[in-house]
């Protein structure tokens, strides 16, 4: 490419020149960044295509610029403008030394490379400049490998990490107009909060379609994504000829999202080989599409034998391409919660004994929290089956406390020496 050319993208996707509008601020996020960046490291982000990460680059460079921090100090490169070419290291190094030489910038200037996935050898750069010490360096990639040993090597640990999900519950509120910064807007506002839970779990949390009225135009966008993730983030990039049976597998799972799944099961359903199966599941992993959940077991070799539970990115997303007759409030509840307690960064389990706990979270080497997630609780048949397969848990984790994420039930209930709190999704969602 021409310096010329290169110029001119990088004219469009830079504060040089020109106000560029960064949206809603997703604020916790964005100090996130700040704190990282400070560390002096290369800083990964990754996530699901249009979680935001562009945007939140946008909003964090903004931040630089309003602290003092030179334009002209600020590189930006979008790798999904699909004016750029031959998308190799000769590339990057072009586009650095086009940046050097028109904007001449001070010795300590930040360099962003967004949605790097798709540049080849584009670790040796960043590991380049990193050495160097020429630069604050940001990545951001669509790809869980990003985070992967494969990168790890080239970058010599000499990186921090950074995973973006779409919006939280309490983003979603804000993107809606309703600011919470305590218990008291909760209970000010519980009535829009609890009108609005309902269309979190139908619509999900991508920034764009949130901001969308019309529901027709939600689902086409959600569409999109979905079409995206598959052909550019995996079909693309794995060299896959089969997209129909790709894309058969994941809306498989979208369709059964918070359900125990077997590879052997499914290659019976779909008629594809195991081997097709793991693979693929793999990369739908990869792309952040979905994410599976191992039994807990004292033995790995238990964890991987057994079925995993499989959960989605975004419930909107499951809705929108999903093969679903009626909608099932209980699974997107639970994908919900399985969405936060990712974002809390917990690690997690499901537990199976004569009973099923959804999730077991584990910190360090201890069993530290079971949460059961329930639609329907005040039922006397489902009440009995959540709390004795929570008790059955608590008495094997010797653990004293289980929780029970209702619709909006909330108490308390003693067993023993045992308490079981209820808590309504919408306000365990909102807690810190």
């Known amino acids: 490419m021409k310096s010329s050319e290169i110029m001119e993208i990088l004219l469009d996707w830079n504060f040089w020149k020109k106000e560029i509008d960064v949206g809603i601020e997703r604020t916790y996020l964005i100090n996130e ?3 990282l960046s400070r560390i002096g490291e290369i800083l990964v982000i990754s996530g699901v295509r249009r979680s935001g990460k562009s945007t939140l680059i946008l ?10 921090v030179a334009k002209e100090n600020i590189l930006i490169v979008n ?9 190799d290291l000769t590339l990057l190094n072009k586009i ?8 001449n910038p001070k010795k300590e200037h930040y360099v962003v490379l967004d949605e790097v996935q798709v540049v080849s050898q584009w670790e040796k750069f960043a590991r380049f400049l990193r050495e160097n010490k020429k630069a604050h360096v940001i990545i951001t990639g669509s790809s869980s490998k990003l985070l992967s040993s494969e990168y790890a090597t080239v970058l010599a640990g000499r990186h921090v990490d950074m995973e973006v999900y779409p919006l939280s519950f309490k983003e979603f509120l804000r993107f809606n107009g309703i600011e919470i910064k305590g218990d008291l807007d909760i209970i000010s506002r519980r009535h829009e909060i609890k009108r609005l839970i309902g ?4 619509w999900g949390g991508f920034p764009k379609p949130t901001l969308l009225k019309e529901e027709r135009d939600k689902k086409e966008l959600l569409a999109n994504y979905f079409r995206d993730i598959i052909t550019k983030d995996i079909a693309m990039r794995y060299k896959i000829k089969d997209i129909e049976k790709l894309e058969g597998l994941a809306k498989y799972y979208l369709s059964n999202i918070a359900s125990l799944q077997s590879f052997n099961k499914i290659k ?3 008629n594809i080989s195991i081997d097709t199966v793991e693979r693929f ?3 739908l992993s990869e792309a952040y599409l979905l994410f599976f959940v191992k039994k807990f077991s004292f033995s790995e070799k238990e964890q991987i034998a057994n079925p995993k539970k499989v959960y989605c990115i975004d419930t909107g997303l499951r809705n929108a391409v999903g093969f679903t007759f009626m909608e099932n409030l209980g699974k997107l509840m639970e994908n919900a919660v399985f969405l936060e307690l990712k974002k809390r960064g917990k690690e997690i389990f499901y537990w199976k004994g ?5 999730f077991v979270i584990k910190e360090g080497t201890k069993i530290k929290e079971l949460i059961q997630v329930c639609y329907d609780i005040e039922k006397e048949e489902t009440k009995k089956r959540e709390i004795d397969a929570l008790v059955e848990a608590m008495e094997f984790f010797k653990l004293n406390n289980g929780k029970i994420i209702t619709w909006d039930f909330e108490g308390e209930e003693k067993i023993g020496k045992m308490k079981i709190v209820f808590i309504p999704i919408w306000k365990w969602l909102l807690q810190q």
């Open 354 to 358: 004569k009973g099923e706990v959804d």
């Open 33 to 35: 960044i700040q704190r």
């Open 281 to 283: 599941s793999r990369y």
């Open 59 to 68: 909003q964090f460079c903004k931040s630089l610029i309003q602290s003092g």
């Open 96 to 103: 650095y030394e086009c940046y050097l030489t028109e904007l």
């Open 199 to 202: 269309e979190y779990l139908k």
């Open 79 to 87: 790798f999904e403008d699909p004016r750029f070419t031959s998308l």
């Open 268 to 270: 019976n359903i779909l």
